[in-house]
């Protein structure tokens, strides 16, 4: 991401989410003058914001003088519709997946030139439940769910990513673009991808497809492996199975004729208490 | 909730956040006039409003003239403390409890006056699963994850509920304070609440507290079933034994001490990629 512009060049709106972008995993509670050194808007001014983000329910105040995201701004977000039914179909078939491998199994989407994570399952330890705490954000050139998702842009995407630089994380990390291209024609013939030590040295990662109802790919399945860095067949086979259980989830929501398996749902957001719901 | 004052009196950090609540889970995806209309913000307004939003990411645009949540937002959204740690231990137990029962299973937090579904398991069919994509805030009064949230509640909250007006959802719904108070009481003597009727007909649930790791309760656990509306010894009884498996994992994670069962994390937003992560 690029720096933001100097701040007093920023309009109302957009200091006020700079205010709320101070936030991150390794900060999710700052103080007023920890938001303002953050995000170079003066005391007095970030003082004035919190206090409006504070009276909607942005944010909230916990302890005396530090705030964290707000539960109100959580409820409006969750109606995000690029995660909402994706997350929702696939956390059984993840936590499956999980109980069979002792792997970390992952849900991701492309966001422009980066992948998201939407959602992991995962043991305590390990290497990956540790660095996935600090962002949730990962290159699509030096991942197996980046392949994936590569592989489902639009073209001019694809090639955006090509033709930019390719910053190598480990000596094995791809960073010629023919090659890249290649891994991601290979990708699509045999329907899955795999990465060995590209983004950290002993991690390995196999990733499949999801699908929407129209057969258009939405989102990359992974499941990752750190101990030791080797991905089996068994593990292909699984992730694969499992990427289509999702798919057929999302099917069977988006027709709502039959019962579904068991779904998650994150409360939408609604406008209070408007009709009877339930106990 | 009380409606907004007249908009011209707002302002434009107010006027923005009036565009994001404009959204709600009837409501995924508008047009700017329809966003317009619902925030009583003139037109020309909104289409100034919206083209920050879309800057930053808050909103995307779907289709030519649509506007949905965007991704940006659910990820700094997801930081909200009030519900990464509960939600990430609960989804698991919460499946096993709904495979076991069948019922739908939902976890939820008390927010001011009122209660918030943070998850719910269900399957497709049924009245829940129906009711609740309407909106996830539901009365303390009549539900029985709400009798636990008040028990929980400061007593300055609690006495505020008793002393407001207590709406009637149905013919059995709780109306006088007194009843209320004694109902608290009793879930607090026997460690759960019962509810049946009290916000719909033929709706019965059995809630248990979730505890912080310092045994403080921080949520309820809710079943629900509607067919027959009936909770039963067995419902009850794995209803407190999946709380306790919540209240352990959440224990668990905040000692990072020892390999915890699985767990789900949604991706926490960090700075771009900033290190390296897992494949």
């Known amino acids: 991401m690029e720096p933001p512009p100097a701040p007093e060049g920023r309009s109302v709106i957009e200091r006020t989410f700079d205010v709320l972008g101070a936030f991150d995993s390794a900060n999710v509670s700052l103080s007023a003058s920890e938001i303002s050194r953050r995000t170079g808007i003066p005391v007095a001014t970030t003082y004035r914001i919190v206090s409006k983000l504070l009276d909607w329910g942005a944010l909230e105040r916990i302890g005396m003088n530090k705030f964290t995201i707000g539960l109100r701004l959580w409820e409006v977000a969750s109606l995000a ?19 069979k ?8 989407v492309r966001d422009r030139r980066e992948g998201v994570w939407l959602e992991s399952v995962s043991g305590s330890g390990g290497v990956c439940h540790r660095t996935w705490s ?29 033709a930019a630089a390719l910053p190598a994380y480990t000596d094995r990390t791809v960073t010629d673009p023919d090659v890249l291209r290649n891994l991601v024609d290979e990708t699509r013939r045999r329907g899955y991808a795999l990465c060995e030590g590209q983004l950290a040295e002993e991690v390995a990662g196999v990733s499949a497809p999801v699908l929407d109802e129209n057969g258009v790919g939405i989102g990359a399945l992974g499941l990752v492996t750190d101990s030791p860095a080797a991905i089996t067949p068994r593990h292909i ?18 027709r709502e004729t039959e019962p579904a398996p068991a779904t998650v749902s994150r409360g939408g957001r609604g406008r209070g208490v408007t009709r009877p719901d339930c106990a």
Chains 1, 2 share one sequence.
């Open 237 to 254: 086979a699984l992730t694969l199975e499992t990427s289509r259980r999702i798919t057929r989830a999302l099917t069977l929501r988006s």
């Open 101 to 108: 491998t002792h792997s970390v199994v992952m849900i991701s």
């Open 134 to 162: 600090t962002g949730n954000r990962f290159p699509l050139h030096a991942t197996s769910c980046g392949l994936v998702l590569l592989d489902q842009a639009p073209a001019t995407v694809r090639e955006d990513v090509y």
């Open 81 to 99: 519709p690029r995660h909402a039914a994706l997350r929702g179909a696939a956390i059984s078939p993840m936590l499956d997946l999980h109980a």
